[in-house]
T-cell receptor, first 112, second 112 residues
Framework: DVKVTQSSRYLVKRTGEKVFLECVQD?????MFWYRQDPGLGLRLIYF???????EKGDIPEGYSVSREKKERFSLILESASTNQTSMYLC???????????FGEGSWLTVV | DAKTTQPNSMESNEEEPVHLPCNHS???????IHWYRQLPSQGPEYVIH???SNVNNRMASLAIAEDRKSSTLILHRATLRDAAVYYC?????????????FGKGTKLSVKP
C-alpha cells in the first residue's frame, strides 16, 4: 500500500558532496513537492513540480535543484552539500483536484 | 495568499476530548482542509480532511465553520498515543496546479 517512497531514510554525507534524494510515487499525480523540516521553523517548501520537466522554486530554493524526468519520480539535488543543509527532507504529492495529500516517510540528512 | 494559523501548543488530560483550532480566513471555495499529525522522527500521518461539511472517521472529527474560515479537529478521547504535532494544511488548487499551505503545527501534550 506504499504510495510515496523516499529512497533513503538516513544519510550522512560530507561537506561538498553531491547528494541525491529520490521520491517516487505510484499514483500518477502531477503535483509533487519537496520540503525541509527544522526544529522551530516548521515545514518550508524548497521546490515543487506540477508536470514532467516542470519545476517551480519554493520559499528556500538556494543550494538545491530538482529533476522531474518522469512523472513518478521527483529528485532533490544538493549540488555541494553544506552543514546548514542538515535537516529532515519530506516529499509530498497532491492528487488532481487537491483532495488528497500523500507524504513520504522523510529523509534525515546529516552533513559533516 | 492563503494562510493557516494554529496555536503553538495545547495540553489535554487523558480520556478527555481535545479541540484543536485552525484559522484559514483566506480560504477559497475549492481549497480542501487537511489535518495530519507527526511524531518525532516520523513522516506525517493522515488524520482527516474535508471541504465544506463536517467529517467523522475512526480517529477524529473535523468541524468546519459555515464560512469555512476556521476549522476544529476534535479528538473525542485523548490517549497518550495522541501526543504529537498536529498540522492544519490547505490544499490550494488552481487550473492544473496545486499548492500546500501549512500551519506551524500545534504540539499536543496529553497528561495521564
Amino acid at each position: 500500500d506504499v504510495k510515496v517512497t523516499q529512497s533513503s531514510r538516513y544519510l550522512v554525507k560530507r561537506t561538498g558532496e553531491k547528494v541525491f534524494l529520490e521520491c517516487v510515487q505510484d499514483m500518477d499525480h502531477e503535483n509533487m513537492f519537496w520540503y525541509r523540516q527544522d526544529p522551530g521553523l516548521g515545514l518550508r517548501l524548497i521546490y515543487f513540480s506540477y508536470d514532467v520537466k516542470m519545476k517551480e522554486k519554493g520559499d528556500i530554493p538556494e543550494g538545491y535543484s530538482v529533476s522531474r524526468e518522469k512523472k513518478e519520480r521527483f529528485s532533490l539535488i544538493l549540488e555541494s552539500a553544506s552543514t546548514n543543509q542538515t535537516s529532515m527532507y519530506l516529499c509530498a504529492t497532491l492528487s488532481d483536484g487537491g483532495n488528497t495529500i500523500y507524504f513520504g516517510e522523510g529523509s534525515w540528512l546529516t552533513v559533516v | 495568499d492563503a494562510k493557516t494559523t494554529q496555536p503553538n501548543s495545547m495540553e489535554s488530560n487523558e480520556e478527555e476530548p481535545v479541540h484543536l483550532p485552525c484559522n484559514h480566513s483566506t480560504i477559497s471555495g475549492t481549497d480542501y482542509i487537511h489535518w495530519y499529525r507527526q511524531l518525532p522522527s516520523q513522516g506525517p500521518e493522515y488524520v482527516i480532511h474535508g471541504l465544506t461539511s463536517n467529517v467523522n472517521n475512526r480517529m477524529a472529527s473535523l468541524a468546519i465553520a459555515e464560512d469555512r474560515k476556521s476549522s476544529t479537529l476534535i479528538l473525542h478521547r485523548a490517549t497518550l498515543r495522541d501526543a504529537a504535532v498536529y498540522y492544519c494544511i490547505l490544499s490550494v488548487w488552481g487550473g492544473s496546479q496545486g499548492n500546500l499551505i501549512f500551519g506551524k503545527g500545534t504540539k499536543l501534550s496529553v497528561k495521564p
